[in-house]
């Protein structure tokens, strides 16, 4: 730890009177999410966009074909077409992504949950992965508040290499950088927790006892990554496979009621299949005209969720003569779903609280 000036702070027993005063240690829970732009603009899309494009774990080609493809013809584009599609769902009044919005409020009921079991003992922050605030910024306020322990939390229920694992990454990043490096974990995915797939029942029967005519189907509609990733060993498709048959037994529902897809397909590689937003499409054609769409993968709504769910997959199913499309928002700062993170954190702070 470093020297303090905080009024908590105190000179350790059996030290020199002219030892650094160090505040009372503490445990440190960082919640970490993907990220957001700093704004709607070309520059802010550019510098959120490049720094999530040229991240490894996301883009995996090799760094000469890659970065020259991104720098002079992706990134002269697309933030025009992102910035575009952002400021549909852009919360105008707070001047912040949705997803930043949610962050903050399932960050700040999370906090007072844990200060009611704990006190002053904990210190809850969040970080985003990309953009602001960074991961090293924030492990270095908890560090300076006195947290000699973190427990380090990605919002991820499914584990994936391109969010998870680079979520990790740069918090590992961040503790090269202490001096004093506090004792850390990680959070395991929490595709298959009973309070989770609770929580995501509940949303889906909450949302079917507010529609008149009962969809037909409901589509779990997951973040898609390369196929080739599940060849290489990423348990991805495995656990998203196994969130909706929990999902599905939870529910008493039969095996023709709900249904894994994937979303937001990006490059010419074959990605998991089948995709949301063609097979939606094909759901209308087959006689499917009444939908419900649910994204599991997703702790807080965004833009994956907001516009391309809420837009161009419900456009698709509409165009293909599909009648009755129902979103079923994320889990976002919902009671249960709060419940379900604090549970996940509880079982990981075993031994140090």
């Known amino acids: 730890m470093t020297q303090s000036n905080r009024p908590d702070a105190v000179c350790p027993a059996h030290a020199p009177k002219d030892h650094p005063a160090l505040p009372k240690a503490k445990v440190g829970i960082l919640l970490a999410n993907l990220g957001t732009p700093d704004g709607t603009d070309y520059w802010s899309m550019r510098r959120y966009l490049n720094e999530f494009l040229s991240d490894q774990r996301v883009i995996d080609y090799p760094k000469w074909k890659w970065q020259p493809l991104l720098q002079l013809i992706i990134l002269s584009k697309r933030p025009f077409t992102s910035g575009a599609a952002y400021k549909t769902i852009w919360n ?25 079991q704990y006190g002053d003992q904990v210190v ?52 090269m950088a202490e001096k004093w490096q506090p004792a850390s974990r990680t959070v395991a995915p929490y595709f298959d927790q009973p309070s989770y797939i609770d929580a995501l029942a509940k949303s889906v029967e909450s949302a079917y006892a507010e529609i008149e005519d009962k969809p037909d189907i409901l589509v779990c509609s997951y973040h898609g990554v390369p196929q080739r990733y599940l060849m290489e060993g990423d348990p991805y498709h495995c656990q998203c496979q196994k969130t909706t048959r929990l999902l599905r037994e939870r ?12 979303q937001s397909r990006f490059g010419p590689e074959e990605w998991l299949k089948p995709y949301t937003v063609e097979e939606v499409a094909r759901l209308a054609e087959d006689g499917k005209k009444k939908i419900a769409v649910i994204a599991p993968a997703f702790s807080s709504d965004c833009i994956e969720t907001l516009e391309e769910i809420n837009e161009e997959i419900k456009e698709s199913f509409e165009e293909a003569g599909g009648e009755q499309f129902t979103y079923i928002p994320c889990l976002n700062d919902e009671i249960p779903h709060i419940d379900a993170l604090c549970e996940t954190i509880n079982n990981n702070l075993k031994g140090w609280l």
């Open 251 to 262: 529910l008493g529902w039969s095996e023709t009621e709900i249904k894994t897809t994937f």
């Open 124 to 175: 809850v922050d969040y970080c985003m992965r990309y953009g602001n605030p960074s991961t090293k910024s924030k492990v270095r306020n908890l560090v300076e508040q006195g947290c000699d322990k973190i427990l380090f939390f990605p919002l991820y229920p499914q584990y994936a290499g391109a969010t998870s694992a680079t979520a990790n990454d740069e918090f590992f990043r961040a503790l």
């Open 92 to 116: 105008q009044e707070a001047d912040e992504s949705p997803l930043a919005t949610i962050t903050k409020d399932q960050t700040r009921k999370i906090k007072a949950e844990m200060a009611k």
